[in-house]
């Protein structure tokens, strides 16, 4: 089932959350099968910001009951470095044919993820992605629990609005805005990013959350980042929320994500109103996942 | 031993268990899968029980667990468990029979030694506890008579792992076999008299900042297999890191997890979710 999204093509409706999947890496592992195969129709790239980050100091992570919590902290090379080596390394990947009606091995488009600091930060960021025809979309990441700068900008509707509304005249390409679900009212802050001149929204990100090292003594996170983002099937049942009420809210295209491992979860999302279906910590489990999924929806 | 492979079959698999076999505290999984034949020692598979994975304690597990392989004996490769959480625990219930989705073989692995001006170098393999694992199928690729074995364990009932290398010397944290201490105090003693050697490394995190900094001050290359909690095994979630010396980080599942102890100021705690 070929999908179209915010003008694309897309071989079938299941991409990669941003931060899940790292294509360049998945290749060293496993060599040219994976670009032969892409698990999924478009590939979203990990965050991009202008300057490189190293993350957050380790622990990063911690194994929940039905899911994982991880404070990565935004690691990546920066966006002059992502242009000049990571993007022609992304050129050539086509989707796994298991998951596409006609058996097409399908391109796979480019989404690009950024995130910036300030409406000065993002619009360097939206202009640089402009550029380049290997970049096929934007997401803007407005949402990141884990990095104090991006959590003030979605969860404020008027501010989100003003944001998206600066950027929009900087590229024709369409722009995702990525939601936050750690907002007291996530359609409203959706309705804001479509009012901005958002080409479409995408949730939910990770839910914020907490563990305790273990042992005796005082209380103390185990996390580096101290708090981290909840994800996994822990999360599906807060997802499915959020996901109807934002598409029942807004008329642009929804990409729907959280806890899905089955084509039955990502049904679920379709069903209440998403165009696209990503999944993340899944893929942690089962790198073919999403093409297991995509073909499941057949 | 060569250089990076074509890579690990892509996606998981389901393999079936030959044998789950008790070996004092630890267990020696075997699984029967024709898809690791190639595994070059050092690298890792992801695990994980193809049923009643989750539930247990805390309702975990929940990601599949990084083991090193032991050894592959044709299609058959041998994994070192202990149980010290719900992930570890599960995978030691499992008996002949059973299914386990496998994922690899991943990651970098050792590098042979190379000759300098002086000849060859020896290959000292220096392992803790369930860190034995990847030395094992580097003796094997090696040969017995080429390696010098060290291998510490905390007691008796973890002794009995040193049967799976050939002519270990051992050390013990409370004197029930070989020496009484460190097996780092070994390595000092080995490297004292000829430094003429490679280290090859495998254990907790203490363990390893001790051969690393032995290794530093006597001149002598070492090449330390890494352990660290991870989510994927494939470089997907950046969650294994361990600080790069100069600044940054590697992550252990495609940067190790063999690293070359130059690349490190120092091995920190293990920094992961607990197993």
């Known amino acids: 089932m070929s999908v179209e999204f915010c003008g694309l093509r897309l071989a079938h409706p299941v991409i990669n959350g941003s931060g899940t999947f790292d294509a360049i890496a998945a290749r060293r592992a496993f060599g040219d099968a994976l670009a032969e195969a892409f698990p999924f129709s478009a590939y979203v ?9 190293a993350g957050n100091p380790p622990p990063r992570l911690w194994e929940t009951a039905a899911g994982m919590i991880n404070s990565i902290g935004l690691p990546n090379k920066g966006l002059a470095a992502y242009l000049a080596e990571d993007l022609p390394a992304l050129a050539g990947l086509r989707a796994d044919p298991a998951g596409s009606a006609d058996g097409e091995r ?40 884990n990095v104090k700068t991006g959590l003030d900008i979605g969860a404020d509707p008027a501010q989100l609005q003003s944001v998206v509304a600066g950027l929009r005249g900087r590229t024709a390409k369409p722009l995702i805005v990525k939601l936050t679900p750690n907002a007291a009212d996530v359609p409203a802050c959706a309705q804001a990013a479509q009012d901005g001149g958002a080409d479409a929204v995408s949730l939910i990100n990770t839910l914020r959350a907490m563990a305790l090292a273990p042992g005796a003594g005082p209380a103390r996170p185990w996390l580096g980042g101290g708090t981290g983002g909840l994800s996994g099937p822990a999360i ?25 491992q089955s084509a039955a979860h990502a049904r679920d999302l379709l069903d209440v109103g998403a165009t696209l279906v990503a999944v993340g910590t899944e893929s942690f489990r089962d790198p073919r996942a999403g093409a297991r999924i995509a073909a499941g929806l057949q | 031993m060569s250089g990076p492979t074509d890579g690990a079959p892509f996606g998981r698999r389901l393999a079936r268990v030959a044998a789950n076999e008790r070996l004092g505290a630890y267990n020696v999984l075997r699984v029967a899968d024709p898809a690791m034949t190639g595994v070059l020692p050092g690298q890792f598979a992801m695990l994980a029980a193809a049923e009643r994975w989750g539930g247990g304690e805390d309702e975990r597990p929940f990601l599949a667990r990084a083991f090193s392989v032991a050894r592959q004996s044709g299609e058959e490769s041998s994994y070192v468990l202990e149980d010290v959480g719900p992930g570890t625990r599960r995978l030691c219930e499992l008996r002949a029979g059973d299914e386990v989705w496998v994922l690899g ?44 074995v060290l291998l510490g364990f905390r007691d008796r009932e973890r002794v009995p792992g040193a049967e799976l290398l050939r002519g270990a010397e051992l050390a013990t944290d409370d004197g029930s076999a070989g020496h009484r201490g460190l097996v780092t ?17 495998c254990g907790p995190a203490g363990m390893l900042e001790g051969v690393r900094a032995i290794c530093e001050r006597a001149g002598v290359p070492a090449q330390l297999a890494l352990e660290a909690g991870m989510a994927c095994g494939f470089g997907a979630c950046f969650g294994c890191v361990v600080p790069r010396r100069g600044g940054g980080y590697l992550r252990v599942c495609v940067d190790g997890p063999v690293i070359d102890a130059a690349e490190l100021e120092h091995v920190e705690a293990h920094a992961g979710a607990p197993e």
């Open chain 1, 45 to 53: 790239s990990k965050t991009i910001t202008l300057e490189p980050r």
């Open chain 1, 106 to 145: 399908a391109a796979v488009p480019v989404i690009t993820n950024v995130m910036g600091s300030s409406g000065e930060e993002l619009a360097r960021l939206v202009e640089a992605c402009d550029e380049p025809e290997a970049i096929a979309a934007i997401e803007l990441n407005v949402s990141c629990p």
């Open chain 1, 236 to 260: 599906r049942p807060a997802a499915l929320a959020q996901v109807a009420a934002v598409a029942a809210r807004v008329a642009v295209p929804v990409v729907g994500m959280g806890g899905v």
């Open chain 2, 105 to 148: 073989p991943l990651g970098r692995p050792f590098a042979a030694p190379e000759p300098d001006a002086a000849g060859m170098r020896r290959a000292i393999l220096v392992g803790g506890g369930v860190g034995i694992a990847p030395l094992a199928i580097l003796q094997d690729s090696l040969g017995a008579d080429a390696t010098t």
């Open chain 2, 185 to 201: 105090e070994l390595l000092e003693r080995e490297l004292v008299a000829d430094a003429h050697a490679a280290v090859y490394s």
